[in-house]
């Protein structure tokens, strides 16, 4: 390109120095020299342009490949993680074909790794924040009165002799289990740390949407241990094992407790994938006893938890113990009487297939009664025999679910829970109480937006008292679930 400037130049140029043919052999000296300097001058400034030129296509040249390939830090968008809910993945318009990573089918939203979508950074504090809002509507038509009419609660159906015994059909309906739940994290020098807040609307005040606080807890949480304060589910439950019920209280011999809490789970080993704890937590104590005369129940120390878990990416097993300490105190005198309650539990859980999973659980022990489903909260910790001696009250039970997925958007869940309580013969209980209880359901569920599924159920449920009277009760139950932000 200079090349041609300087010719253009040098012909515009030459017709002057023709013009001026009669001049002095100095003066065309003089002028050829002042040709010779502009040409340079010219060649200068051209060589600078091409300079500008050669950069400006260089820096072009490196944005291009910028955009076109990404840095290799920049880290990639993980899948949605499966919900606490009986459906599989939302795998329709817009979402990614792989399937989604294993997880329990309980387990936690928002609290699992790598991070879940829908998180949003708060500002320049280094605090990330997900929100989400469930607004869930459940309707149920019983075949018998219920002695909770939003839970199917084997252990309230009236026995033979019982009033309301084959009552008849009831229908109810109860948005009870919609959700307002808040996850925070940051990570710190130490790990992540998370506080977690989740309330739902089964509390025991009046009107049909009671304040229910479920989660309120901080963890810390590392490769080493995570540790965790706060109002959250007791450790030795295993939630992890939980089946896919669209009914809230779900099988009868699960365990299942809220309370405050400190929990430690030191990471003991890893090979390769699989991790080794020891969960171990110190919670408050609660004793469900019931109350003769003018004892009313309290504890010396607090409820202790210790076992071990052994988890992989596609099944896990956990060994759980509770140590607790029960007593009975008289206002009127300060007599006291106390029994230790000891209890243990096994439980796992492991994916089958492509979308099948399976869990099951067995535990057994004395003056645990409260941390059991079905018969929590009816005094079944301990009681007094007739010599005035204060006893804990065996409990056992177990039970099983499985989720088989039709489609990737359809799926089935089954479950079934057995209960036993066996007291002394010369306990001062009522005859009343359930001995034993039954658990079965199955239902279909079909997520038809990745925020929106609708499910139908069918509950069954035995209740048999200490007398050796039974009944048995229905439930069929519907529910329509929009979640914002899973």
């Known amino acids: 390109m200079h090349r041609l400037l300087f010719g253009c130049a040098a012909l515009a140029i ?6 001026q043919s009669n001049d002095s052999a100095g003066d065309l ?69 792989t399937p989604p990573p294993y997880r329990p089918p309980s387990a936690p939203a928002g609290v699992a790794e790598p991070l879940p979508e829908g998180y949003v950074r708060l500002g320049d504090t280094g605090n990330l924040l997900k929100l989400d809002l469930v607004a869930q509507l459940d309707t149920m038509i019983d075949n ?70 479920q989660f309120f807890y901080g963890e810390l949480e590392n490769e080493r241990y995570r540790l965790l304060v706060g109002y959250n589910i007791s450790a030795f439950t295993d939630i992890d094992v939980f089946p896919n019920t669209l009914d809230y209280e779900g099988p009868n011999s699960f365990n299942f407790k809220y309370g405050p809490q400190l929990r430690f789970v030191p990471v003991l080993h890893k090979w390769g994938d699989s991790t080794l704890t020891m969960p171990m937590s110190m919670e408050k104590p609660n004793a469900d006893i019931t109350t003769i005369g003018h004892y009313s129940p309290y504890s010396r120390l607090a409820d202790f938890t210790l076992g071990l878990r052994w988890e992989t990416p596609s099944w896990h097993v956990q060994w759980s113990n509770l140590y607790r300490d029960l007593g009975m105190e008289d206002s009127t005198t300060g007599k006291t009487q106390r029994t230790n309650a ?37 005094g079944l910790d301990a009681a007094f025999n007739n010599q005035g001696v204060l006893r804990a009250i065996r409990a056992r039970g177990w039970g099983m679910g499985y989720t088989h997925g039709w ?11 057995y209960l036993r309580i066996s007291p002394s013969a010369n306990m001062l209980i009522s005859d009343e109480l359930p001995k034993s209880t039954k658990f079965a359901s199955l239902n279909l569920a079909w997520q038809f937006s990745q925020r929106a599924m609708v499910g139908i159920e069918y509950l069954w449920g035995q209740n048999i008292a200490l007398t050796d009277m039974r009944g048995q009760g229905q439930r069929v139950q519907t529910t329509l679930r929009y979640d914002l932000n899973p």
Request: glycine share 8%; charged share 15%.
């Open 407 to 417: 489609t990737e958007t359809l799926s089935s869940s089954a479950s079934y829970g």
């Open 144 to 213: 018998t009165h219920m002695g909770s009419k939003d839970l199917f609660v084997p252990s309230s159906i009236p026995v033979r002799g019982q009033p309301f015994y084959n009552s008849g059909w009831n229908t109810n309906l109860s948005a009870r289990q919609s959700i307002f739940r808040m996850d925070f994290r940051r990570d710190t020098d130490y790990g992540v740390l998370k506080v977690v807040y989740k309330n739902n609307f089964f509390g025991s005040g009046t009107g049909d949407m009671p304040y229910n606080m």
């Open 29 to 97: 000296k003089a002028q050829v020299a002042q040709m010779r300097q502009q040409m340079q001058a010219q060649q200068a400034v051209m060589q600078k342009m091409q300079q500008r030129l050669d950069e400006l296509e260089a820096k072009e040249e490196a944005q291009a490949k910028v955009v076109a390939t990404p840095p290799a830090s920049t880290p990639a968008i993980p899948s949605a993680s499966v919900q606490p809910t009986p459906l599989l993945a939302y795998t329709g318009e817009g979402a990614s074909n």
């Open 14 to 19: 030459v017709p002057t120095a023709f013009a």
């Open 342 to 378: 000891f209890a243990t539990q096994l439980t796992g859980s492991a994916k089958l297939f492509k979308y099948d999973s399976v869990q099951g659980w067995f535990s057994n022990g004395h003056g645990f009664a409260n941390f059991l489903q079905d018969i929590s909260g009816l």
